[in-house]
C-alpha cells in the first residue's frame, strides 16, 4: 500500500516558523520527484516546491522563494518542507506528492498524493 503521510501543521504567528515532513511507503520513494503542494480554502492546488530523486537544490515558487526550504533523506523515505518568515497568505493544507515525470508544477503529473496537513497563519 502506498502512503504518504504529512505532518508538522498547526497554528503559527505571522513571522513565525514551521517544519513539515512527510513519510512515504510502497513505493520507489528514491526514483521520485517529491514536491509540496499547497490548496487555500476556496482556491485551487498551488505548487510550491519540489526537489529531484537525488537531491540537492530544491526549485520554488515566487511567492515562497527565499522563505521556504525543501529537503529529502532517501535512506529514511523523508520529504520535509521548512517554512520560515510565514505570513497569512500561507494559510492552507499542505500536501506532499510524488512524481516520476513531466512538468512538476503541474498536480496531474503526480502518482501519489498525501493527505494533506493544515497550516494556518495567524495571529
Known amino acids: 500500500e502506498v502512503l504518504l503521510q504529512a505532518s508538522g501543521g498547526g497554528l503559527v504567528e505571522p513571522g513565525g516558523s514551521l517544519r513539515l515532513s512527510c513519510a512515504a511507503s510502497g513505493f520507489a520513494f528514491a526514483d521520485y520527484t517529491m514536491s509540496w503542494f499547497r490548496q487555500a480554502p476556496g482556491k485551487g492546488p498551488e505548487w510550491v516546491s519540489s526537489?529531484?530523486?537525488?537531491?540537492?537544490?530544491?526549485i520554488y515558487a515566487e511567492s515562497v522563494k527565499g522563505r521556504f526550504t525543501i529537503s529529502r533523506d532517501n535512506a529514511k523515505r523523508m520529504v520535509y518542507l521548512e517554512m520560515n518568515s510565514l505570513k497569512p497568505d500561507d494559510t492552507a493544507v499542505y500536501y506532499c506528492?510524488?512524481?516520476?515525470?513531466?512538468?512538476?508544477?503541474?498536480?496531474?503529473?503526480?502518482?501519489?498524493w498525501g493527505q494533506g496537513t493544515l497550516v494556518t497563519v495567524s495571529s
Open positions: 526537489i529531484g530523486k537525488d537531491g540537492g537544490a530544491g
Open positions: 506528492a510524488a512524481s516520476l515525470r513531466g512538468l512538476v508544477t503541474n498536480p496531474n503529473n503526480y502518482a501519489y
